[in-house]
C-alpha cells in the first residue's frame, strides 16, 4: 500500500512543493471553515434562542377567528409563522421526544436577564408534519401540501409555563436554516484561496524549476559526451542564474582538464613505447637466448600495463560513437579468438540482443573477464542470456574464488588475487578494474560471485556483466 501511494506522488520539485502547500492550505482552510462552521452555528442558535425567548413572554396578535387573503404566490412557510405561538393546558411534549437541557438553561438565563421568572421551560426538536398544532391550523386554511421537504424540515418547540399558571406557552422557530448558504461560502473561499495561492506559488516555483530542469538535462548530456556545446544561457532569479553560470565555469575547467589529460597521455604513450620499441630490437644482440626471453617477456609485460593504464584513463572519454552491434555475434568472436589459441574457453547458451554498444572498449572488458577466468580458475564457460531489462553476459572458471571481504576491494586499481607482480599469475591488477569503467560507461555494472557445490565447499567464481536493454 505504501509502494502504490509513493507512485502517485509527484517526483519533480513543482509537483512535490505545490503538493505540500495545497496540503497544508487544506489542513488550514478545514481547520477556519470548521471554526467558522462552529461560530455561525453557536450565532444561529442564540438567534433562535432569543426569538423563542421573545416569543413565549409575547402573546400571540393573530385572530383566527378573522380571514386573511393569503397573496397569490405566498408560501406556506411564510403562511404557518403565524401559527408558531399558541396557549395550551395539554403538555407539549409529545410521546417519543425528548427535551434538550442545554437549550432549556440558555432559554431560562436569556428570560432571567428580562426579569422574567418560569415555573417550568421545555424545549424539544420537532418536524413540521408531526405538529398538530402548525398541521391543524394549515389545514382549516386550506394551506397545507402534505409531504414534502418543507414538511421534513424541523423546528425547535420551546413551551413555558408561568408561575401559578395551569397553561403553556408554546413557541416555534425554524431549524437549520441557512447551512447551505453558509457551506457553500466557506466552498467558494477555498477555491478562490487556491487559485491564488496554489496559482501563483505555481506561477513562481515553474519560474525556478524551469531553469533547474534544464540544468539538469545539461549534467547528464555532459556526463555522458564531455562537451562543451550546449551550455545554458542564465536564467530565473538571481541564486539560479548563480548557480547555472558556476555549472559552466566548472564544465569550461573539466573539460580543460580533461584535454590536458588526453596530451598528457599521448605524450606518455609515445614517450614509453618508442624506447620499449628500440629495446625489443636491442635484444636481438644478446647472445643467451634464455636471457633473451625473460628480457622479451618483461618488455611486452610493460607494454601490455602501459596499455591498460591508458586504457584505463581513456575509457571516461571515448572517441568512437555507439553503434548497434548483435552482443552474441561480438561475444562469439572473443571466445573464437581464444578457441584458435587453444585456450580452455567454452561457449554456451547465448541469444541474439542487438544493442547500441562501442564495440571496441566492450570487446575489451570481456576479453579481461575471460582472461582472469583462465588465469586463476583454469577455464572459462561463457553464455549470454536475457533477465528481465539487461543483458547478461556470464563467466564461471572453476578456481578457489575470492574471499568474501575481498571481492569489492578486487575492482579496485592494482588489486590482484595474487600478491606476485608476475603477470602470468598476478598481473598488474587493472583488468576487473578497466572492465567495471568500460561497463559504467555504457550504463552496466559487473558483479563477481562466488560458487559454491553441493556439500558447500568452493566451486569456482561467476562474473556478470549486465548490460542494460534499453
Do not use: C
Not at 360 to 369: D, G, P, S, V
Not at 379 to 404: C, M, N, Q, W, Y
Not at 411 to 439: K, W
Amino acid at each position: 500500500m505504501r509502494n502504490f501511494f509513493k507512485r502517485l506522488l509527484p517526483r519533480n520539485l513543482l509537483g512535490q512543493m505545490l503538493l505540500s502547500v495545497a496540503l497544508v492550505l487544506l489542513v488550514a482552510q478545514t481547520t477556519s471553515a470548521v471554526l467558522q462552521y462552529r461560530a455561525a452555528e453557536q450565532r444561529r442558535e442564540l438567534w433562535a434562542l432569543n426569538g423563542l425567548a421573545f416569543q413565549l413572554v409575547s402573546e400571540p396578535r393573530f385572530d383566527f377567528r378573522q380571514t386573511e387573503r393569503v397573496a397569490p404566490g405566498s408560501s406556506t412557510r411564510q403562511s404557518w409563522q403565524r401559527f408558531r405561538v399558541e396557549r395550551t393546558l395539554d403538555d407539549p411534549l409529545q410521546p417519543g421526544e425528548a427535551r434538550n437541557p442545554s437549550r432549556e438553561a440558555l432559554i431560562r438565563g436569556i428570560l432571567i436577564e428580562q426579569g422574567i421568572e418560569a415555573a417550568e421551560i421545555l424545549v424539544t426538536t420537532r418536524k413540521v408534519a408531526d405538529d398538530p398544532y402548525v398541521v391543524g391550523r394549515l389545514q382549516a386554511r386550506g394551506q397545507w401540501q402534505g409531504a414534502g421537504e418543507w414538511a421534513e424540515s424541523e423546528f425547535i418547540v420551546a413551551a413555558m409555563r408561568r408561575p401559578g399558571e395551569a397553561e403553556w406557552t408554546v413557541a416555534r422557530w425554524p431549524h437549520g436554516a441557512g447551512e447551505p448558504r453558509q457551506i457553500g461560502s466557506l466552498v467558494l473561499q477555498t477555491l478562490l484561496l487556491y487559485l491564488l495561492l496554489v496559482g501563483g506559488l505555481g506561477l513562481l516555483l515553474r519560474r525556478i524549476t524551469q531553469p533547474l530542469a534544464a540544468l539538469t538535462r545539461r549534467l547528464e548530456q555532459f556526463a555522458a559526451t564531455r562537451q562543451l556545446d550546449g551550455q545554458l544561457e542564465p536564467s530565473g532569479p538571481d541564486d539560479t542564474r548563480r548557480l547555472i553560470a558556476a555549472h559552466n565555469a566548472m564544465e569550461q575547467r573539466i573539460a580543460a582538464l580533461l584535454n590536458e589529460k588526453d596530451v598528457m597521455l599521448g605524450a606518455i604513450g609515445h614517450d614509453l613505447k618508442t624506447p620499449l620499441a628500440a629495446l625489443r630490437v636491442r635484444i636481438e644482440s644478446v647472445e643467451d637466448a634464455g636471457e633473451r626471453a625473460k628480457m622479451a617477456a618483461s618488455i611486452e609485460d610493460l607494454t601490455r600495463s602501459l596499455d591498460d593504464i591508458l586504457s584505463l584513463a581513456r575509457v571516461g572519454r571515448p572517441s568512437d560513437p555507439l553503434e548497434r552491434t548483435d552482443l552474441s555475434a561480438l561475444l562469439s568472436s572473443v571466445v573464437e579468438e581464444y578457441e584458435d589459441m587453444g585456450e580452455p574457453v567454452e561457449l554456451g547458451t547465448t541469444q541474439r540482443i542487438p544493442l547500441p554498444l562501442r564495440a571496441t572498449l566492450l570487446r575489451r572488458a570481456m576479453r579481461n573477464l575471460i582472461e582472469n577466468a583462465i588465469r586463476y580458475g583454469g577455464v572459462a564457460r561463457v553464455s549470454l542470456t536475457r533477465e528481465g531489462k539487461h543483458a547478461v553476459i556470464r563467466i564461471e572458471d572453476d578456481g578457489p574464488g575470492i574471499p568474501e571481504g575481498d571481492i569489492e576491494g578486487m575492482m579496485q586499481p592494482f588489486a590482484r588475487g595474487e600478491t606476485s607482480r608476475n603477470r602470468i599469475t598476478g598481473g598488474a591488477g587493472l583488468g576487473l578494474t578497466l572492465a567495471r569503467a568500460i561497463a559504467d560507461q555504457h550504463g552496466g555494472t559487473i558483479d563477481l560471485r562466488n560458487r559454491a557445490d553441493k556439500d558447500g565447499k568452493p566451486a569456482g567464481l561467476t562474473a556478470e556483466l549486465r548490460l542494460p536493454l534499453a
